[in-house]
C-alpha cells in the first residue's frame, strides 16, 4: 500500500514537471514577444546575450503605442470581425431556417451542393472572385470583404445542426397560433438556439481576425488594411537591417491581445464550437 | 402553400447570392480559366486547351512545390499527431491544473499566424535569435534557419507543429475520455500494464480519431500560405514554395492566370479526393453507438 502511494506521488510529480516544460516551451513565443517590447536596440544585438530587458519602461512603451498608429488597423479588423459576422448570422439564420423547417425538394437540392462546397478550399476561387469585386465595384472596400464572408458554409453547418434538435413542436404550436414563419423564427427558433449562435459567432470573428491571404489580395488602400496586413507593412518597411524589433513585437502584442482575451472569456463557446466541427460530439 | 413558396425564397436569396458569386461561380471560372492564356490586363485570351497542365507537369518549380507541400504536410502531421496523442494521454485522468495546462498549449492556435510568426522570425533570426542560444547552449553549432535552403522548411514545419498540437489535442481528449473505463478494469484484472492496455485497447479505439485528424489537418496543411509569405516568401531558393504560395505568385505577382488556374485546380482535386476518402471511410468503417 506505502508503496503504491510513493508511486502514484511519483508520477503526478513527474507530469507535472513534463506539463510545467511544455507550457514554458509553448508560451515562450508570447513572452519573447512581450520581454522585446521592453528591449531597447542596443540591447538586443549586444554580447552577452540577455533574456529580460534592464527596464520596463511602460510610460516609453505606452507612448510608441500612440506613435505607430496601429489603431486604425485593430479598428477595421473590429468592424469587418463584428458587422460582417453579424450579417452573415443573420443570412445564415434565414437560409437555415428554410432548409431545416421547410424542406422540399429543392431545398434539399440546394443544400446537396452547400455541403460539397464545405471541405473545398477558398483560396482557389480568388482569382474569379476578385474579378467579379472589381466588375461590382466592391474592390479595396471592406464591405466587400465582408460579402465575400457572407456565404459561410460553417455556419450552415453549425446552425442546421442545433435547429434539428429544437423539438417540431414547438414550430408546430407557433405556426398553428398563427405566427408567420419570420416570427416563428425571431420569437422561437432564435431563442432556443442562441448558444448556437454565440459559438459561431465567437468562431468566425477569431477567423476573420486572424485572416489574412484574401484581405491582403482585394484590400490595397492602406487606410483600410486588417490587422495582420497592417502588421505585415510594419515589418517590412524598415528592411531587415533597420528593424526596430521592439516596435514589431509591440504591434504584434496589441495583434494578439483581443483575441486572446476574447478566449479567455469565451472558453466555453470556443472548445463546443470547435468540437461540434468535426461532428464528432 | 404558394405564400410558404414565396417566405422560402426570400429567406434563402440573401445567402445564395454570395454563394453564387463567390463559390459556384468562381469554382466554374477557375476551372474555365485554367484552360485560356489569360493575363488579367488585356482583354482578350485565347482557349489553349489542357496546354496549362501539359506545361505544368514538365515545370520544375510545380514539381518542387508538390514535393514541399507534400514533405511539409507529412512531417507536420506526424509531428502534431504523436505530440497531440501524447498531451491528450496525460491529460486522461483530469486532476487540479489540468485546465490551466490545456489553456496555454491551446493558445497558439487561436492566434493569428502573421502576428506570431513575427516573433517566430526574430527566434530563427541566425546571429542573434534565441533558436541558436538554445542550440549554443547544448553545444549544437548554430543554424542559419530561413536564411537556408537546408533549414527553412524545417523551421516552417517546427512553428506550425507548435501552432497546431492544440487543436489536435483537443480532439483526442474527447476520443479518449469515451474509451469505456471497464475495457481497461478488465484489462488490467488480466495483468496487462500501461503500454500494454495504450497499444491493445486505447490506440485501435481511437483509430477512427486519428484517421479523421489526419484527413483535416492534411487539408488544412495542403493550404498553408500565411507563415510562408511572412517568414520566407517561399525562400530561399524556392525551398519553402508550396502549392497554394506558388499560385499566389503565378497569379497575383505575375498575372499568369491559365497556369495560376491550373495549379489551383491541383489543389483542389487533391482536396476533393481527401475530402471523397474521408466519407467513404467513415461511412464504412466507424460506428458510433
Known sequence: MKEETIKKYVGSSLRHLVLMISSILFAFPFFWMIMGIFKTNNEIWQTPYKILPEHFDVIGVWASVQEIHFGKYILNSFYVGIVGTVVMLFVTMLFTYVIVFMPGRWTNRIFAVVLAI?????????????????????????????????????????????????????????????????????????????????????????????????????????????VSQGLRQFFIQDGAYGMNWSEVMLASTLTILPVIVLFILGQKWFVTGIMQESGLK | MKNDMKVKWVFMLPFMIPLLLFWIIPLASAFFISLTDWDYISPTFNFVGIENYVYMLTDPDFIE??????????????????????????????????????LIIF???????????????????????????????????????????????????????????GWTMLFYLGAVERVPQSTYEAARIDGAGYWSQFFHITLPLISPTTFFLFIVNLISTIQVYDQIQMMT????????????????????????????????????????????????????????D
Open chain 1, 118 to 226: 464545405y471541405m473545398l478550399p477558398g483560396a482557389v476561387t480568388y482569382v474569379p472572385s476578385y474579378v467579379i469585386l472589381s466588375r461590382l465595384g466592391l474592390l479595396d472596400t471592406l464591405a466587400g470583404l465582408m460579402f465575400t464572408y457572407l456565404a459561410n458554409i460553417f455556419a450552415v453547418f453549425y446552425l442546421r445542426q442545433s435547429f434539428m434538435k429544437t423539438s417540431r413542436s414547438y414550430i408546430e404550436a407557433a405556426r398553428i397560433d398563427g405566427a408567420s414563419h419570420w416570427e416563428t423564427l425571431r420569437y422561437v427558433v432564435f431563442p432556443m438556439n442562441k448558444s448556437a449562435f454565440y459559438t459561431v459567432f465567437i468562431l468566425t470573428f477569431v477567423q476573420q481576425y486572424n485572416n489574412y491571404m484574401w484581405p491582403s489580395i482585394m484590400l490595397k488602400d492602406q487606410e483600410k488594411y486588417l
Open chain 2, 65 to 102: 512545390a508538390l514535393i514541399n507541400t507534400f514533405y511539409f504536410s507529412v512531417t507536420t502531421i506526424v509531428g502534431t499527431i504523436i505530440l497531440g496523442l501524447a498531451f491528450a494521454l496525460i491529460f486522461q485522468k483530469k486532476f487540479s491544473g489540468s485546465r490551466v495546462y490545456q
Open chain 2, 233 to 288: 516568401q517561399g525562400g530561399p531558393g524556392g525551398s519553402t514554395t508550396t502549392l497554394l504560395y506558388l499560385y499566389y505568385e503565378k497569379a497575383f505577382q505575375n498575372f499568369q492566370m491559365g497556369p495560376a488556374n491550373a495549379v489551383a485546380m491541383v489543389i483542389l482535386l487533391l482536396i476533393l479526393v481527401l475530402s471523397l476518402i474521408s466519407t467513404y471511410v467513415s461511412s464504412r468503417f466507424v460506428h458510433y
Open chain 2, 107 to 165: 493558445s497558439p492556435w487561436i492566434t493569428p499566424t502573421v502576428a506570431v510568426s513575427l516573433v517566430w522570425s526574430w527566434i530563427y533570426e541566425p546571429d542573434k535569435g534565441f533558436a541558436n542560444y538554445l542550440l549554443g547552449l547544448m553545444g549544437i553549432a548554430p543554424l542559419k534557419w530561413l536564411h537556408s535552403s537546408e533549414s527553412a522548411m524545417l523551421a516552417i514545419i517546427i512553428f506550425t507543429i507548435w501552432k497546431s498540437i
